[in-house]
């Protein structure tokens, strides 16, 4: 079957999702811009891509390549040779969503080299060939991970911060929501130390790791801008004092993690999320905050 056919046919499945493209391919674990170039066939979609799209959109991968056979070789189970129904989605976003966020969760417990395949499936109640059927090899599934939780970071930082204008209670909230107190924040920390080890291995998880920090590192720099603008903080080089702020609540944040959850580092306070919290306000008030006139 022609590129352009299947293209074709993929965005059925999209608009029967009733999603932006965007949120499709959150759905199916991609780059929105890979999903866009394959849409507009400039690029070809893996199997392992068209068997997530098969699952999300509830049609047989076969029908997606135009013939029974496009389904054997993709070791798709046949469910339709019709046109796509609307997506039931099973478990709660998909299979190829469960299977990331299982990932993500036993990354976080156990370390990215410690998880095995046979782990995800079990964690999944599913077969291993159902999760190499998604996500042929490791680097497929922790590249899935990364931009997983890039996604989710990235909503969860818009979600709390929506309405708010004034600079100085945004990057206030943006350091609250960076700081480990609750077990899925710590999670979410344990998940990111890992993932930069492997990123100083990895062209592609560094490559997915240098556009988060991009996009992280923008979005600190753009309230900065906006404060100094409002006359909240002092007139500083954004960029510079977003670099320094991340940086200072990256190295907090590995400190903090390295405590009890209460704080408690063999007993002694004083590296903990509280201190880590205490620490990063008492930063923005010494280089940013503007003075008040008395």
């Known amino acids: 079957m022609q590129q352009d056919e299947v293209a074709a046919r993929v965005r059925q499945v999209v608009d029967a999702a009733g999603v932006s493209a965007r949120e499709f391919a959150r759905r199916i674990v991609i780059d929105p811009s890979k999903l866009s170039r394959s849409l507009n066939g400039t690029r070809r979609f893996t199997a392992a891509e068209l068997a997530r799209i098969a699952d999300i959109g509830a049609v047989d991968v076969g029908w997606l390549l135009g013939s029974a056979a496009g389904a054997a070789v993709t070791a798709s189970p046949v469910r339709s040779a019709s046109a796509p129904r609307p997506p039931v989605p099973s478990p709660e976003g998909g299979r190829p969503l469960q299977i990331v966020r299982e990932t993500v969760r036993l990354i976080a417990e156990r370390g990215f080299h410690a998880v095995r395949v046979a782990d995800i499936a079990a964690a999944c109640h599913t077969s291993t ?166």
Not at 216 to 241: K, L, S, Y
Not at 261 to 277: E, F, N, S
Request: with cysteine; proline share 4%.
């Open 129 to 294: 060939a159902a999760i190499h059927y998604h996500f042929p090899g490791r680097d497929e599934l922790l590249e899935a991970a990364v931009r997983w939780c890039m996604d989710e970071d990235t909503r969860r930082r818009a979600d709390a911060t929506a309405g708010t204008r004034h600079a100085g209670d945004e990057l206030r909230l943006l350091i609250e929501l960076q700081t480990p107190r609750t077990e899925q924040q710590r999670r979410q920390w344990c998940v990111w130390l890992d993932l930069w080890a492997e990123a100083a291995r990895s062209t592609t998880v560094g490559r997915l790791h240098g556009e988060y920090y991009r996009q992280w590192r923008g979005t600190v720099a753009d309230v900065i801008r906006r404060g100094v603008e409002q006359g909240v903080f002092r007139p500083v080089d954004a960029d510079g004092a977003a670099l320094a702020l991340t940086a200072l609540i990256d190295g907090l944040a590995s400190q903090a993690l390295a405590t009890e959850p209460d704080g408690r580092d063999d007993g002694v306070p004083g590296t903990g999320a509280q201190a880590m919290h205490d620490a990063l306000i008492a930063h923005v008030d010494a280089c940013l905050t503007a003075p008040t006139a008395d």
